[in-house]
């Protein structure tokens, strides 16, 4: 009977021996494809002399390593800026899709829809030309409008995805709208949409790459003066090399702060579940 009622509770069919096997043969196959491309590009590197002491002792000189640091410093601040405001412009904006108010609803819907369809290097060059605005201004600008845009939207969704008897309970509780959603609703919303808003600010934090095209002094930037100084072939590479790890690393950096957050909120006792002492027998009505 357990067996009968774990198989029913099953989202997919339990795979049988033939299709296991026939997942193995498509895991050996994909691992060995995999395992042969990484060898072909280490090949084409090794071929082209892309490991040589030639082509890395570069990075070894104190000045390269300063505009390095400068531009991730430069980075790091563009992404920090933005990151801040379009919290804070998806949180108002998600405020105004949820207003009681139609004429909010509908200023607050067309300025959301608005900057999600529009292209993100189109804002920072229309800020940064038409308006004539310096480099970090101008990026924050676009990065903000782009990315609270559509954190507005997550914010939203993950307001409406509460069930609605906990907004109706609040309610009949005597709460306002304001408490309902900042003591009830955001707070639970709030560990379903993380996972979300970690994926928007990766979004936004590779995004700073576009400021080198308004040549804002930032990682890419820096990574391309070094190499259109070094003088011999695909010079590109090796900097490329030592770039793509780094904004690796701060990416994952994020997903493990996000997967920090979601335990440090499983294990606050304001969002644990309260145990329920078990049902003793007690004094029956009279009559029953």
């Known amino acids: 009977m357990k067996a009968l009622a774990h198989d029913s509770t099953a989202l997919y069919d339990i795979p049988g021996p033939n299709t296991v096997r026939r997942h193995r043969i498509y895991g050996v196959f994909s691992t060995l494809a995999v395992l042969a491309l990484v060898a072909w590009i280490l090949y084409l590197l090794f071929d082209t002399d892309q490991f040589t002491s030639t082509k890395?002792?570069?990075?070894?000189?104190?000045?390269?390593?300063?505009?390095l640091l400068r531009g991730l410093g430069n980075t790091l601040k563009a992404f920090a800026i933005s990151a801040v405001l379009a919290l804070a412009l998806g949180g108002l904006l998600a405020m105004g899709r949820l207003s009681d108010h139609r004429p909010v609803r509908w200023v607050a819907t067309l300025l959301v829809e608005f900057f999600r369809a529009m292209p993100v290097l189109v804002m920072i060059f229309f800020v940064f030309v038409a308006l004539k605005v310096q480099p970090l201004p101008a990026l924050v600008t676009g990065l903000t409008l782009y990315n609270g845009s559509v954190l507005a939207e997550v914010f939203r969704s993950g307001v409406n995805s509460m069930e609605r008897g906990q907004k109706e309970a609040?309610?009949?509780?005597?709460?306002?709208?304001?408490?309902?959603?900042?003591?009830v609703l955001v707070p639970q919303a709030l560990r379903a949409m993380l996972p979300a808003i970690i994926s928007q600010l990766v979004v936004a934090l590779k995004d700073t790459s576009l400021g080198f095209l308004i040549t804002y002094e930032e990682f890419l930037h820096a990574g391309k003066l070094i190499a259109s100084n070094l003088d011999y072939d695909l010079p590109f590479i090796p900097?490329?090399?030592?770039?793509?790890?780094?904004?690796?690393?701060?990416?994952?950096?994020?997903?493990?702060f996000a997967q920090w957050v979601s335990k440090r909120q499983r294990r606050n006792p304001k969002t644990e579940a309260a145990e329920v002492a078990p049902a003793e027998p007690g004094t029956l009505l009279p009559g029953r």
């Open 170 to 183: 609040a309610y009949a509780l005597g709460m306002r709208k304001t408490q309902v959603m900042s003591h």
């Open 239 to 256: 900097v490329v090399m030592v770039i793509s790890p780094i904004y690796i690393g701060m990416c994952m950096l994020l997903s493990w």
């Open 56 to 67: 890395w002792t570069p990075f070894e000189y104190k000045g390269i390593q300063e505009l």
